[in-house]
């Protein structure tokens, strides 16, 4: 079974320059989440999507970062300008269901530099 | 609200030994609890998880925790470390039956031979 899949790994942009993120989750998982991880940090929840929809956004920094999640498949985390303060490792994960018990799976993350 | 607290940002032990990786959280409802290792340049992987039940728990890779209510703690061990547990360890806390993971900032090993 393949895992969580993201793209690209690595990205280096300059600061007010768009950049996208892409994950394609685990096969029959419908909940997909978005974690942006500081370097020495934990990760932190941006976005949780049930199917196609965001049904926890709060965390989401609606000024410039935006998601999508189209046919409750694959999802695009996008930032538009970026900013130094965006470097980060993009982290996506998949679960079988909404509830945490059932454990999440990570994709690799996309390692973001804003230079 | 909930919080996790490891302690101990690195913790270095030699190969064969115990390994003792402390988490603390706080929570006002009864917790379901975690560890997760991420190993370098991966996304992070389930090692275990305690939702109800035995408060003994046993994950991958020959690792266990003990979910004690009275200290909140959910220290995660292993009794003979191997140079293939060097990774970063996490402690996570979320909600019995809830929808947020809140992950605690992480615990490097290092296993030295």
């Known amino acids: 079974e393949a895992g969580v899949v993201q793209s690209p790994r690595y990205k280096i942009i300059e600061k007010k320059q768009p950049v996208a993120f892409w994950c394609n989750p685990i096969s029959g998982h419908n909940t997909l989440y978005w974690y942006r991880q500081n370097l020495g940090q934990g990760p932190e929840l941006l976005i949780r999507y049930e199917n196609e929809e965001a049904v926890d956004d709060s965390q989401l920094p609606k000024d410039r970062f935006s998601a999508e999640r189209l046919k409750g498949v694959d999802s695009t985390l996008k930032i538009q300008p970026a900013e130094l303060g965006d470097s980060a490792v993009y982290l996506c994960?998949?679960?079988?269901?909404?509830?945490?018990?059932?454990?999440?799976?990570f994709g690799s993350g996309t390692r973001l530099t804003v230079v | 609200a909930q919080s996790v607290t490891q302690l101990g940002s690195h913790v270095s032990v030699s190969e064969g030994a115990l390994v003792l990786l402390r988490c603390n959280y706080s929570?006002?409802?009864?917790?379901?609890l975690f560890w997760y290792v991420q190993y370098p340049n991966q996304g992070l992987q389930l090692l275990l998880k305690?939702?109800?039940?035995?408060?003994l728990v046993k994950g991958i890779n020959g690792f266990e925790a003990e979910f004690k209510k009275s200290e909140t703690s959910f220290h995660l061990t292993k009794p003979s470390a191997h140079m293939s547990d060097a990774a970063e360890y996490f402690c996570?806390?979320?909600?019995?039956?809830?929808?947020?993971?809140?992950f605690g900032a992480g615990t490097r090993l290092f296993v030295k031979a």
């Open positions: 994960a998949s679960s079988q269901g909404a509830r945490t018990d059932y454990g999440y799976t």
């Open positions: 996570a806390v979320s909600e019995t039956g809830g929808f947020k993971t809140i």
């Open positions: 305690y939702t109800t039940g035995a408060t």
């Open positions: 929570s006002s409802v009864p917790p379901y």
